[in-house]
């Protein structure tokens, strides 16, 4: 099993360009998110699934987009950039879980907007 | 504002001693707290978790203190070692809509 995979590992993108930040995973979890981890605040929930079709806005929502056509993709659009979404950008899956539910995270892609 | 407030920010302890890391929370809708381990260019890992219906976990070195009365819980790492040296977070989750909550981290660095 790869786990959780993402690309690219690092992107720089000019204020105004867009770009989709891949993730994927093959352990058929139903649950998916994005978070994004800034110094100091720790990880911020952008956007979560609980399955195909279903999204689903988090803490900090604004500026990205999300869809799940696939349980095992979902993908974060960036649909204009901003200096302000400099950030380490990790996807994260999970079970469903009445008692827990371990999250599996990504290695992450780290964003510049200049 | 943050659901999880985690303390401290830093940590310093030597080889041998105790790091103990604080969180508390205020959504009593909160039903699952897990702690995560993360080291420089990874993404975090599940260390350890427990619920809100036991007071205390043990795995290992690490044990989390549960007190629901007072929304707080807390890691302990025995016998800390160097490679133990990580950022850590605490983390809630929000049971109706399997949302989790993040604290702010803390990088521990244990002295050889």
């Known amino acids: 099993n790869a786990g959780v995979t993402q690309t690219p590992k690092f992107q720089v993108l000019k204020t105004g360009q867009s770009m989709t930040l891949q993730c994927a995973q093959d352990m058929n979890h139903e649950y998916m998110s994005w978070y994004r981890q800034d110094p100091g605040m720790g990880l911020r929930l952008i956007h979560y699934?609980?399955?195909?079709?279903?999204?689903d806005q988090g803490e900090v929502p604004n500026g990205y987009n999300v869809s799940r056509s696939t349980t095992e993709d979902f993908p974060l659009r960036l649909l204009s950039a901003a200096p302000s979404q400099t950030s380490v950008y990790f996807c994260?899956?999970?079970?469903?879980?009445?008692?827990?539910?371990?999250?599996?995270f990504g290695p992450g892609t780290r964003l510049t907007v200049t | 504002q943050q659901q999880v407030k985690q303390s401290p920010q830093s940590l310093i302890v030597q080889k041998g001693g105790i790091s103990i890391i604080n969180c508390a929370y205020e959504?009593?809708?909160?039903?699952?707290f897990p702690w995560y381990q993360q080291f420089p260019g990874k993404g975090p890992a599940l260390l350890i978790a427990i619920r809100p219906d036991v007071s205390e976990k043990k795995e290992g070195r690490f044990t989390i203190s549960f007190n629901k009365s007072a929304k707080q819980f807390s890691l302990h790492i025995m016998d800390s070692q160097p490679g133990d040296s990580a950022t850590y977070f605490c983390a809630a989750r929000e049971s109706n809509f399997n949302k989790f909550y993040f604290g702010s981290g803390t990088k521990l660095n244990v002295k050889p």
């Open positions: 699934s609980v399955g195909a079709g279903i999204t």
């Open positions: 994260a899956s999970s079970y469903p879980s009445t008692g827990g539910g371990e999250q599996y």
């Open positions: 959504n009593t809708a909160f039903d699952y």
